[in-house]
């Protein structure tokens, strides 16, 4: 049974809807992102569940009960924002403090609680400490352990990495994903970080244009995107329009048979006019020796292409193959191959997704 419903969620801002029927049901205990570009209407559904906006439809449940009416402070649902929001004057405790002393909690209560919420956060000794004296990580912590004294039911995070440098930022997702899973509590993350949503997400709602379009766990998001959409917020894809005929696809490009779809798990109604999503890290570059060997040996459907871009990026280096009119993004963890080298490459066919267009 779900901890947080949404139901029908719609908000317009000036006539202008910007959530249109959002549905999500999250788990108790389960960490959802909302993931998807800037403008979107990640920030606004968390506001809305936080009790900052209030939607014109539909209806917000926390563990069986519905919240439309209650007021933000009350309601269960705490947000952390990117900017840290400490008050400059106060200590790092006062800080954790505020809640509990707004709830008009018991002064002794109160310090003992925030010496175990900065123990927590591994802050420790830092109690005494004003927030310009702290780094960027640092200050987030201590707004989690602020949001976590009032006892909410739901953590709503937005983008409260943003602000953070690189290295600082995958400590925080660790940090913050084993804080997560230590208390078990339900919450929501912001982010347009596709890497940092599916490492740190339990399921990932795509949001596009206001609209959830696809709500799964990382894995069957990035393999199985229901549409093109949703595909590239994952990251940079290879698409071929063509259409399906007796279950062979032939690419628009120069009517060259491309290959065999009977075994693909996907749904159409127009074969006529399609379009495959070959994910750049499916195709793999052999040499011709390899290629000998293993075209006797296995079932691979093989092509010929010619090298024509190559960059190199640490761990994969990317290419262009040029195959038969195409020019195909391929990622390789090898940099072997060099500009205008003649290879042969064949496509892991399991996860290929064909789109209507």
């Given at each position: 049974?779900?901890?947080?419903?949404?139901?029908?969620?719609?908000?317009?801002?000036?006539?202008?809807?910007?959530?249109?029927?959002?549905?999500?049901?999250?788990?108790?205990?389960?960490?959802?992102?909302?993931?998807?570009?800037?403008?979107?209407?990640?920030?606004?559904?968390?506001?809305?569940?936080?009790?900052?906006?209030?939607?014109?439809?539909?209806?917000?449940?926390?563990?069986?009960?519905?919240?439309?009416?209650?007021?933000?402070?009350?309601?269960?649902?705490?947000?952390?924002?990117?900017?840290?929001?400490?008050?400059?004057?106060?200590?790092?405790i006062q800080n954790i403090e505020f809640g509990m002393k707004m709830?008009?909690?018991?002064?002794?209560?109160?310090?003992?609680?925030?010496?175990?919420?900065?123990?927590?956060?591994?802050?420790?000794?830092?109690?005494?400490?004003?927030?310009?004296?702290?780094?960027?990580?640092?200050?987030?912590?201590?707004?989690?352990?602020?949001?976590?004294?009032?006892?909410?039911?739901?953590?709503?995070?937005?983008?409260?990495?943003?602000?953070?440098?690189?290295?600082?930022?995958?400590?925080?997702?660790?940090?913050?994903?084993?804080?997560?899973?230590?208390?078990?509590?339900?919450?929501?993350?912001?982010?347009?970080?596709?890497?940092?949503?599916?490492?740190?997400?339990?399921?990932?709602?795509?949001?596009?244009?206001?609209?959830?379009?696809?709500?799964?766990?990382?894995?069957?998001?990035?393999?199985?995107?229901?549409?093109?959409?949703?595909?590239?917020?994952?990251?940079?894809?290879?698409?071929?329009?063509?259409?399906?005929?007796?279950?062979?696809?032939?690419?628009?490009?120069?009517?060259?048979?491309?290959?065999?779809?009977?075994?693909?798990?996907?749904?159409?109604?127009?074969?006529?006019?399609?379009?495959?999503?070959?994910?750049?890290?499916?195709?793999?570059?052999?040499?011709?020796?390899?290629?000998?060997?293993?075209?006797?040996?296995?079932?691979?459907?093989?092509?010929?292409?010619?090298?024509?871009?190559?960059?190199?990026?640490?761990?994969?280096?990317?290419?262009?193959?040029?195959?038969?009119?195409?020019?195909?993004?391929?990622?390789?963890?090898?940099?072997?191959?060099?500009?205008?080298?003649?290879?042969?490459?064949?496509?892991?066919k399991n996860r290929i997704c064909i789109f209507e267009k």
């Amino acid at each position: 049974m779900a901890f947080l419903e949404i139901r029908n969620l719609g908000l317009s801002f000036d006539g202008k809807p910007v959530l249109e029927n959002i549905n999500l049901d999250i788990k108790e205990g389960e960490i959802v992102s909302l993931l998807g570009a800037s403008g979107c209407g990640k920030s606004t559904t968390l506001k809305t569940v936080a009790g900052i906006l209030k939607q014109d439809v539909g209806d917000i449940f926390i563990d069986g009960e519905n919240i439309n009416n209650i007021k933000t402070g009350q309601r269960g649902a705490v947000i952390v924002f990117q900017d840290y929001l400490l008050f400059p004057h106060m200590t790092v405790i006062q800080n954790i403090e505020f809640g509990m002393k707004m709830m008009k909690v018991d002064k002794s209560v109160r310090k003992e609680k925030s010496m175990k919420l900065l123990e927590t956060v591994k802050l420790s000794g830092y109690e005494n400490r004003y927030p310009n004296e702290l780094s960027g990580g640092q200050q987030q912590r201590v707004s989690i352990a602020r949001a976590l004294a009032v006892n909410p039911k739901v953590l709503l995070l937005d983008e409260p990495f943003s602000n953070l440098d690189v290295n600082l930022r995958s400590e925080m997702r660790k940090f913050v994903s084993d804080l997560q899973k230590e208390l078990k509590i339900t919450t929501i993350l912001v982010t347009h970080d596709m890497e940092e949503a599916i490492i740190m997400s339990d399921r990932i709602a795509v949001m596009i244009d206001g609209r959830i379009r696809q709500f799964d766990e990382p894995k069957k998001l990035y393999e199985k995107p229901v549409c093109r959409e949703v595909a590239d917020v994952f990251g940079e894809k290879n698409y071929i329009s063509g259409y399906i005929n007796n279950n062979i696809f032939t690419s628009d490009i120069n009517d060259k048979i491309l290959f065999d779809v009977s075994e693909l798990d996907n749904n159409y109604d127009d074969p006529e006019n399609v379009e495959i999503m070959i994910p750049k890290e499916s195709i793999n570059i052999i040499d011709e020796n390899s290629y000998l060997e293993l075209n006797s040996e296995c079932n691979n459907e093989f092509f010929r292409g010619i090298i024509v871009d190559k960059k190199y990026a640490g761990e994969n280096t990317f290419y262009e193959v040029e195959s038969e009119g195409c020019i195909l993004n391929v990622s390789q963890d090898s940099d072997r191959y060099n500009i205008n080298d003649s290879v042969y490459f064949y496509i892991d066919k399991n996860r290929i997704c064909i789109f209507e267009k």
